[in-house]
């Protein structure tokens, strides 16, 4: 759930770096552009997030066989290919200024305080656990199944603009 949403946004992160239309990097064109910035946003979700190789192909449109290609050729491409190479530093330094820019909760409190000011409410007969971690720091939400896809909708709001990971646990 979460590789996936990150991945989008590292799409059209990049698309907009390179001025593409959004969604463009799913489309089945094989024009030179379009190919590098599918190798770029694969590589650095790859590298950055370790993002699944299956979910970077769902989201591209794209065989699961082509991210390990991307992968190998990096350094290839890096080293000998100087439009693959602009454009990545490019994306690349983007993508790391807006990571930089996101902030981690250092309590629990405040980060339990912050889910309750954006209406996120615990469930007392839970069947889900969405584990949430944030910096150094963890917590657990509990969950029903009548109110799951609400409360996360919540978290992820509540939450956008905050470095943080989640899983979810079923009971």
Same mark, same amino acid.
């Given at each position: 759930m979460n590789q996936e949403s990150d991945f989008k946004n590292l799409c059209n992160l990049t698309t907009n770096v390179l001025g593409l239309r959004k969604g463009s990097l799913a489309y089945k064109s094989r024009k030179q552009e379009l190919q590098v910035a599918r190798m770029i946003a694969s590589v650095i979700a /790859?590298?950055? @997030?370790?993002? &699944? /190789?299956? *979910? #970077?192909? !769902?989201?591209?449109?794209? &065989?699961?066989?082509?991210?390990? $290609? @991307?992968?190998?050729? $990096?350094? #290839?491409?890096?080293?000998?290919?100087? +439009? @693959?190479?602009?454009?990545? &530093?490019?994306? $690349?330094?983007?993508?790391?200024?807006?990571?930089?820019? +996101? !902030? *981690?909760?250092?309590?629990?409190? !405040?980060?339990r305080e912050h889910l309750r000011k954006n209406n996120v409410i615990e469930s007392n007969k839970h069947q889900v656990i969405v584990r949430l971690v944030s910096g150094k720091i963890g917590l657990d939400v509990k969950l029903s199944y009548r109110d799951f896809s609400k409360q996360l909708e919540l978290i992820k709001e509540a939450l956008n603009g905050y470095k943080y990971d989640s899983q979810i646990i079923t009971l």
């Open positions: /790859r590298s950055e @997030y370790d993002t &699944n /190789r299956s *979910v #970077i192909a !769902k989201v591209i449109n794209r &065989n699961r066989t082509l991210i390990y $290609h @991307y992968e190998k050729k $990096h350094s #290839i491409n890096y080293a000998s290919f100087p +439009k @693959y190479r602009d454009i990545f &530093n490019k994306v $690349h330094n983007s993508f790391t200024i807006i990571e930089d820019s +996101k !902030k *981690v909760f250092t309590s629990i409190f !405040k980060l």
